[in-house]
């Protein structure tokens, strides 16, 4: 079967084997502002730059389509906002392939091949290119631009970018094409990355998911070396504009004792779901936790799904209401995922514990915390089956704040963020009718700040809804809780989900 593939992939390389393109890795589990991935996805970045005169100039993706939960292609022109998208279920495979994230198909499917190509608005393409159905516009705003591919959820046993394993299956390589002839171009002429920050595909970061494993995988300091290596990307400015904003940090406090998720403003590089967006928010949820007090948050009810710790070879693309889920904390300190220990950042998938009534409760914990305070409230929230997450900090330029990620969502899911007319509600974004820089902070200043936080009224009981507790006796008494609990009410949903099927949780 290998043999087939790679006599496949042979006879679709171009003719004349020309260098690939450069990417620049942002493999990491340690995370700190302004890096703040989720630690469970591969981001990796090629940087194209068009000279004024030459050959006309497009470039070629040869790949395999990833062992993962979830993929796509981005990329960003001018002032780092997304100009094109290519989302994994939408990518035609090459004749005698498999599409792995088409629901139904197998996930493991051997053969796997596509190509994609991006061309400047209007190309006529050569013969020898014309039958491949997977375009990207490219950018025409600006003569160096950004593509970002990123990977969610590499099966286990494969890189952090879904290829290698057992498979040994190659990592995606990107190709300068003289798109009128064909011919294959030089792709150091028109790579914008420095040779001290870009690694061709066949050196990829020896990073791997550790999603499923234990902490005991981690090597001491190697998290650490790997965030230091990196931060070089930022010295390359089309991938430091990728990366948050001051200010944009900043996370809104609407009501100091709880925990309100809403929508950030849609920032520089932005994982978008649709081109253009569905509207002027980050298609994920966000808040500040007090870095000083526990923090209780509950989800009712947990989206459904693609959980790859629970595969077997006969394991077909499920059609499940997301692809992927993760809830990370972010701050100005340092903070490592640590499968399974306290002291993780981030959590995803099967890691949120779901109850028997599908929901989680996550505790996030102080990173000031007395030892003795901490041993407590860890036994406390193990014997419940809850989630622990370290504390983030604040820092000049950063509050302490929480990401939630929703990735694949299924169109007709109720829970998901973004709103889709006709179809789900989402969770109102309060920057549509906002000019451009508008700080996230400005939520505070709206007439009624609440009716921008998911909560049951908005997407039902997939809402996070949390509060702060005053200490963590509050938490081991149970009066946290109760607070929790009344919080939840008040805004019309319940602490336990009683809805049975995946529809019913409409609000």
């Known amino acids: 079967m290998a043999s087939s593939r790679l006599a496949l992939a042979q006879q679709q390389q171009p003719a004349t084997q020309a260098s690939a393109c450069l990417y620049a890795f942002e493999w990491i589990h340690s995370v700190r502002m302004p890096l703040q991935p989720d630690p469970h996805a591969a981001y990796s970045y090629v940087v194209p730059t068009l000279p004024a005169d030459g050959p006309p100039v497009g470039f070629l993706i040869d790949a395999d389509f990833p062992y993962a939960a979830w993929f796509s292609w981005t990329t960003y022109g001018e002032h780092a906002r997304a100009f094109s998208l290519a989302s994994d279920h939408d990518i035609v495979p090459e004749p005698g392939s498999t599409n792995p994230f088409v629901t139904f198909n197998p996930v493991f499917a051997p053969i796997r091949h596509y190509r994609l190509l991006l061309l400047p608005p209007g190309a006529t393409v050569a013969p020898s290119l014309a039958d491949i159905p997977n375009r990207l516009t490219m950018p025409t705003d600006v003569s160096t631009f950004a593509i970002a591919y990123r990977v969610y959820q590499a099966f286990p046993g494969?890189?952090?970018?879904?290829?290698?394993?057992?498979?040994?299956?190659?990592?995606?390589?990107?190709?300068?094409?003289?798109?009128?002839?064909?011919?294959?171009?030089?792709?150091?002429?028109?790579?914008?990355?420095?040779?001290?920050?870009?690694?061709?595909?066949?050196?990829?970061?020896?990073?791997?998911?550790?999603?499923?494993?234990?902490?005991?995988?981690?090597?001491?300091?190697?998290?650490?070396?790997?965030?230091?290596?990196?931060?070089?990307?930022?010295?390359?400015?089309?991938?430091?504009?990728?990366?948050?904003?001051?200010?944009?940090?900043?996370?809104?406090?609407?009501?100091?004792t709880l925990v309100t998720f809403t929508r950030p403003p849609l920032v520089a590089g932005a994982d978008v779901s649709s081109i253009p967006p569905p509207d002027n928010c980050a298609g994920y949820l966000g808040a500040r936790v007090d870095p000083r007090r526990v923090a209780l948050i509950r989800v009712p009810r947990v989206a459904a799904i693609f959980d790859t710790a629970a595969l077997d070879p006969d394991t077909t693309y499920?059609?499940?209401?997301?692809?992927?889920?993760?809830?990370?904390?972010?701050?100005?300190?340092?903070?490592?995922?640590?499968?399974?220990?306290?002291?993780?950042?981030?959590?995803?998938?099967?890691?949120?514990?779901?109850?028997?009534?599908?929901?989680?409760?996550?505790?996030?914990?102080?990173?000031?915390?007395?030892?003795?305070?901490?041993?407590?409230?860890?036994?406390?929230?193990?014997?419940?089956?809850?989630?622990?997450?370290?504390?983030?900090?604040?820092?000049?330029?950063?509050?302490?704040?929480?990401?939630?990620?929703?990735?694949?969502?299924?169109?007709?899911?109720?829970?998901?963020?973004?709103?889709?007319?006709?179809v789900r509600t989402g969770v109102p974004c309060y920057f549509d009718n906002a000019p451009p820089g508008t700080p996230w902070t400005a939520?505070?200043?709206?007439?009624?700040?609440?009716?921008?936080?998911?909560?049951?009224?908005?997407?039902?009981?997939?809402?996070?809804?949390?509060?702060?507790?005053?200490?963590?006796?509050?938490?081991?008494?149970?009066?946290?809780?109760?607070?929790?609990?009344?919080?939840?009410?008040?805004?019309?949903?319940?602490?336990?989900?009683s809805l049975s099927g995946p529809s019913s949780g409409s609000p």
């Open 158 to 256: 494969y890189n952090l970018g879904g290829s290698g394993g057992p498979t040994d299956t190659p990592f995606p390589a990107v190709y300068a094409i003289d798109y009128e002839t064909g011919e294959p171009l030089d792709c150091a002429r028109y790579n914008a990355l420095p040779a001290n920050v870009g690694r061709l595909p066949t050196d990829t970061p020896e990073v791997y998911n550790l999603y499923a494993t234990t902490s005991a995988d981690i090597a001491p300091g190697r998290e650490h070396r790997a965030l230091a290596e990196a931060e070089r990307i930022l010295r390359v400015p089309e991938l430091a504009a990728l990366q948050s904003k001051i200010g944009w940090q900043f996370a809104p406090q609407i009501d100091p």
């Open 318 to 422: 499920p059609d499940s209401e997301a692809a992927y889920a993760s809830l990370t904390m972010y701050g100005a300190a340092v903070n490592t995922y640590e499968p399974g220990e306290a002291e993780s950042t981030s959590l995803a998938d099967a890691e949120f514990q779901p109850d028997a009534t599908g929901g989680s409760t996550i505790v996030v914990w102080p990173r000031n915390l007395a030892m003795s305070e901490r041993e407590s409230l860890f036994a406390y929230a193990r014997h419940r089956g809850w989630p622990l997450i370290r504390g983030g900090k604040v820092g000049p330029f950063t509050t302490a704040n929480m990401l939630l990620r929703l990735k694949g969502a299924s169109p007709d899911y109720y829970g998901a963020y973004t709103p889709i007319p006709d």
């Open 443 to 497: 939520i505070e200043s709206a007439s009624d700040p609440m009716s921008y936080v998911a909560s049951f009224q908005n997407i039902g009981d997939a809402a996070p809804q949390g509060v702060h507790c005053e200490s963590v006796a509050e938490v081991l008494d149970g009066s946290c809780l109760n607070r929790l609990e009344a919080h939840i009410e008040d805004s019309g949903g319940t602490y336990f989900s």
